[in-house]
Nanobody, 122 residues
Framework: QVQLVESGGGLVQPGGSLRLSCVASGTIFAINAMGWYRQAPGKERELVAV???????NYADSVKGRFTISRDNAKSTVYLQMNSLKPEDTAVYYC????????????????WGRGTLVTVSS
């Protein structure tokens, strides 16, 4: 059993900032890539940012320069610092992680959080 729990969502004015956190818990040997996705009503879920186990990051063009993804391996946590928020950033943000649950036998899982709502509105 592996779970991801997001926190930090809420209501913020345009131009404001939020910091999302996602904590992985359960039986985990290691975590590979961790990422943030978002889904607005009527739209498909899209990748926002990802950070690999080696620390390489990548961002959607729409958030590049405004959002920063980071991870704390000791805490099994990934963060998304969101600055200069725009109304179009409004969405449910989901945490995703590739988890190695065990080595013997080898078990690799893709795990999703339940999501946290970010609303950018004046």
């Amino acid at each position: 059993q592996v779970q991801l729990v997001e926190s930090g969502g809420g209501l913020v004015q345009p131009g404001g900032s939020l910091r999302l956190s996602c904590v992985a818990s359960g039986t985990i040997f290691a975590i590979n890539a961790m990422g943030w996705y978002r889904q607005a009503p009527g739209k498909e879920r899209e990748l926002v940012a990802v950070v690999t186990s080696s620390g390489t990051t990548n961002y959607a063009d729409s958030v590049k320069g405004r959002f920063t993804i980071s991870r704390d391996n000791a805490k099994s946590t990934v963060y998304l610092q969101m600055n200069s928020l725009k109304p179009e950033d409004t969405a449910v943000y989901y945490c995703n992680a590739g988890v190695i649950a065990s080595l013997s036998p080898f078990r690799s899982l893709e795990v999703w959080g339940r999501g946290t709502l970010v609303t950018v509105s004046s």
